[in-house]
């Protein structure tokens, strides 16, 4: 007989390798990353998180995703770009990623997140507010949307919601430059103190967020004492605002560190 809960589970674990977001090299973060909290971005930058049990949640999510992609956008009538890429190199960092819908007449970024149902829903979430405002600093967009979606039978809610006669919301740079702060804190951290090999290892306490709460961790892929970077001081000073781009060279020319070009891809 078939055994199809292996067969799916292994299954499961294929497609998730392929959109990992793991970034070992401490300057490269996602903006679903940088969106969580210090200790969630640092775990799910090293690919410590252990998602075994929910592969299955994360990959309805992303068959949405695909609908909206395949099915829904290109019978739009007004011009649309999908999973637009993303790369943006701003304090010595480089944030990559994909946008998951962008309208060039409007200069609009959406951001589509299936939930299970409208329990306990309060929007707007902060970490999805932070990952939108990233790609609209990225794209130079004037405004924003998120695009909540139930997964059991795709009713939408925006926010804004349409009930409040405002259709988006605008950029917040100081909220970008805070994420932007949070990303050399922990790139510096990662530089400081190697790779962690157990729990005891991670430098970030847990808050009350529901991730931390949720957490389950995994260590087998990290080489146990290998240095991150050649010159573990990059990063520790703070940059200095007005001359982002020397900042950037400084910290290529000590590291040897060229190339940013990722293939990863940010649902």
């Not at 994909?98 to 902060?126: C, M, Q």
């Not at 200095?240 to 781009?245: C, L, S």
Request: aromatic share 8%; hydrophobic share 30%; glycine share 6%.
């Amino acid at each position: 007989m078939i055994d199809f809960e292996s067969a799916i589970q292994s299954t499961l674990i294929q497609l998730n390798d392929k959109h990992s977001h793991t970034e070992l090299d401490p300057y490269t973060f996602h903006p679903s990353q940088l969106a969580k909290c210090s200790r969630q971005c640092y775990n799910s930058k090293l690919g410590l998180l252990d998602h075994t049990d929910a592969l299955g949640t994360f990959h309805t999510g992303t068959t949405i995703h695909e609908f909206m992609e395949n099915e829904v956008t290109p019978d739009l009538d007004v011009e649309t770009q999908c999973e637009v890429a993303i790369e943006m190199e701003m304090d010595g960092l480089t944030i990559i990623g994909h946008a998951d819908l962008y309208e060039p007449g409007t200069n609009t970024v959406y951001d589509y997140k299936s939930r299970a149902n409208w329990y306990r829903f309060n929007p707007p979430i902060e970490r999805h507010l932070d990952q939108i405002y990233l790609y609209m600093k990225a794209l130079g967009a004037s405004q924003g949307q998120i695009v909540y979606l139930a997964k059991s039978d795709l009713e939408i809610r925006t926010w804004p919601p349409g009930s409040a006669g405002i259709d988006a919301f605008g950029p917040d740079p100081g909220r970008v430059q805070d994420l932007l702060e949070k990303g050399k804190h922990i790139a510096a951290t990662i530089i400081d103190e190697g790779y962690p090999t157990s729990k005891e290892d991670i430098p970030f306490e847990k808050c009350d967020c529901w991730l931390c709460e949720k957490e389950s961790l995994r260590f087998d892929h990290l080489q146990m004492g290998a240095d991150p970077t050649p010159d573990r001081t990059v990063l520790v000073a703070e940059p200095d605002d007005t001359d982002v781009e020397a900042t950037k060279e400084n910290i290529e020319d000590a590291t040897g560190r060229g190339d940013t070009s990722q293939s990863t891809v940010d649902a």
